[in-house]
């Protein structure tokens, strides 16, 4: 089915950034994932499509372990970040996150102050001995919130509310940017931008498309013109298992299996 | 001008059997639910009916607040100040929700974070049966069990006090705060934690930083309630506290309740008598002050709601 996909450039396949062999994963005694192989590029936009209830989210939430909150999940199969095993025993699930950052279908920001939301991630990483300098998180504030184009808007009230008075969209992009300053290598983004109106979809997905040269961005999405114009390859995915793994054009194009075909056609799902 | 519509519009006579039975239980329903409202007022009017007297004709203002002398019996000249009972149950108060207030909200985040199952489901039932239990029995305990206990832990020369009162009412308060404090934390969204935890944030990270800021208002009115509680009790604290009449200066020192010198005085008082109608005034000043704690637990409840 998905088989290592071969790169066209000529130059040597790099690491993947997340390498994911015979995962199976459990809710309870149902079970939502077969048997997944997948190789995701580094540097590279990956989308993740796939009819409803198909396993998108689950497999997006397995990357940072975040489905283990439940308590219920079993899973049985290996997934590597960069070389390194995710469930090994030695692994912490924080350090795990410190590389792999997630945005979520609805727009999280904590109950805190913008200022505070942007620091948390940080400060969970990097506080350990000292309180952060006061200066210094001006500036790590403000790197981020200029990057995801947002620190114009919210620049006044730093110390309001992140989640009173903001747009949904300012809440996503609020989203994005407290992760930035954790530098994470992965971004992980199940359906960003589905909760947002055409505009903000827009001016969220241009973001994405700006931070594609530092991360490696897995994003999940159930439309399939945002899959096509934001992505450098394409997975579809069908009652828990892939089908195809290809690059975006090519897989738009010329899909090598016949449920590709009738999904991106709008045939089902 | 005729619209087709109206005709069918115009309603059979309704009154059947079930109409008026309909009726019937609105009525009863709507007795019900004043009959609470006329009881309280009915509370309000009798007890300040009663106090009022004393506060118009016989109350020294600065001798009533100021005064630690409650000789309400003395032949020679009968004096009425509850400063002494205002500092006993203001301390026993204070040192009660010291006491009951990390107890509660610690069993409250194991029970709301972290229990799962069986666990807490025991852990609930078994703090609905310390509810439960009266307000006798807790003074029962006060006066066999934690009075020679305090004696023979602390060398102190007595059991029952501040120390002993104050430990009773936080047991007797810890139900009730627990279970609003547990409401107070699962009304956080449970995205919160997703988020804080998808960012790298441990279990205890998480509710640290995300979730007791989040549920602050809910706790604050579930202390309040606590506050309220241990307050206004009555029998327990009278068993355990000693009951004489001086300004506490150490936990171990015995004192005086004012909710404890209305149980233990009314009974034996003439009615109109200045006496009983000082007893009276307490009531209204005890009526005052839960009336406001509650409305600010409440106050503090509606602010959480609008955001
Ligand atoms: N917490 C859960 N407990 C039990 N079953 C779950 C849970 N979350 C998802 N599932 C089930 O697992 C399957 C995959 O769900 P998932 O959310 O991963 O699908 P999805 O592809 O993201 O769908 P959508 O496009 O609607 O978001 C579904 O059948 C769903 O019912
Ligand atoms: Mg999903």
Redesign the interface.
């Known amino acids: 089915m998905s088989g290592p996909f071969l790169s066209s450039s000529g130059a040597p396949p790099p690491e993947p950034a997340i390498r994911i062999r015979e995962f199976n994963l459990w809710y309870g005694t149902f079970q939502a994932l077969f048997d997944i192989n997948l190789e995701i590029k580094n540097g590279l936009i990956t989308s993740l499509i796939g009819p409803s209830g198909c396993g998108k989210s689950t497999l997006l939430r397995s990357v940072d372990r975040i489905n283990e909150r439940l308590g219920y999940v079993r899973i049985r199969g290996s997934i590597e970040v960069f070389g390194q095993e995710i469930h090994a025993p030695q692994v912490e699930p924080a350090q795990l996150r410190k590389q792999v950052g997630m945005v979520f279908q609805r727009p999280n920001p904590l109950p805190i102050s913008i200022r505070d939301n942007v620091l948390f991630g940080y400060r969970i990483h990097h506080e350990k001995g000292g309180r952060l300098a006061r200066s210094e998180a001006d500036g790590i504030v403000e790197e981020a919130l200029r990057q995801v184009l947002l620190w114009d808007q919210v620049k006044d009230r730093l110390d309001h509310k992140a989640t009173d008075g903001l747009s949904l969209e300012a809440m996503q992009k609020l989203c994005i940017a407290r992760l930035l300053p954790v530098k994470p290598s992965i971004l992980l983004m199940d359906e960003p931008c589905s909760a947002l109106d055409p505009r903000g979809t827009a001016a969220v997905e241009e973001l994405i498309w700006e931070l594609r040269d530092r991360y490696s961005i897995l994003i999940v999405t159930h439309n399939m013109a945002q899959a096509r114009r934001a992505s450098d390859e394409c997975v579809f995915m069908l009652m828990g298992r892939v089908v195809e793994h290809a690059p975006t054009d090519q897989l738009f194009v010329t899909p090598a299996h016949r449920e590709t075909a009738d999904y991106i056609e709008g045939r089902f799902g | 001008m005729t619209d087709p519509r109206s005709d069918r519009r115009r309603p059979a006579d309704a009154r059947d059997r079930h109409w008026y039975i309909d009726k019937f239980f609105e009525i009863l329903m709507f007795l019900c639910g004043i009959s609470a409202i006329l009881f309280v007022v009915g509370i309000f009017l009798f007890v300040f009916r009663e106090g009022l007297g004393f506060i118009l004709q016989d109350m020294n203002f600065s001798e009533f607040f100021f005064s630690p002398k409650w000789r309400p019996t003395s032949l020679v000249r009968p004096t009425y100040g509850i400063l002494a009972m205002v500092a006993g149950t203001a301390a026993v108060t204070v040192l009660a929700m010291a006491i009951c207030l990390p107890v509660s909200i610690g069993a409250a985040i194991y029970i709301a974070e972290f229990a799962?199952g069986r666990t807490r489901e025991t852990l609930k039932i078994l703090i609905e049966f310390l509810a439960a239990i009266p307000s006798v029995v807790w003074g029962f305990i006060a006066l066999s069990i934690m009075n020679p206990l305090i004696i023979d832990l602390f060398d102190a020369p007595m059991g029952l006090g501040v120390l002993n009162s104050a430990l009773i009412l936080a047991l007797m308060a810890a139900p009730i705060v627990t279970s609003l404090a547990e409401d107070a934390f699962k009304a956080v969204p449970d995205?919160?934690?997703?988020?804080?935890?998808?960012?790298?944030?441990?279990r205890w990270?998480a509710i640290r930083?995300?979730v007791l800021?989040?549920a602050r208002n809910g706790l604050l009115s579930a202390g309040l309630l606590g506050v309220g509680r241990a307050f206004g009790e009555t029998m327990a604290i009278l068993m355990s506290s000693g009951h004489s009449i001086n300004i506490p200066t150490s936990i171990f020192d015995s004192f005086r309740a004012l909710t404890a010198t209305i149980a233990a005085e009314l009974g034996e008082t003439a009615v109109g008598s200045p006496h009983y109608r000082a007893l009276f005034a307490i009531g209204i000043f005890l009526f005052l002050i839960t009336f406001l704690i509650n409305m600010a637990a409440d106050f503090i409840v509606r602010g959480v709601r609008k955001?």
């Open positions: 799962k995205t919160y934690r997703e988020a804080a935890e998808a960012l790298g944030a441990t990270q930083q995300v800021p989040a955001g």
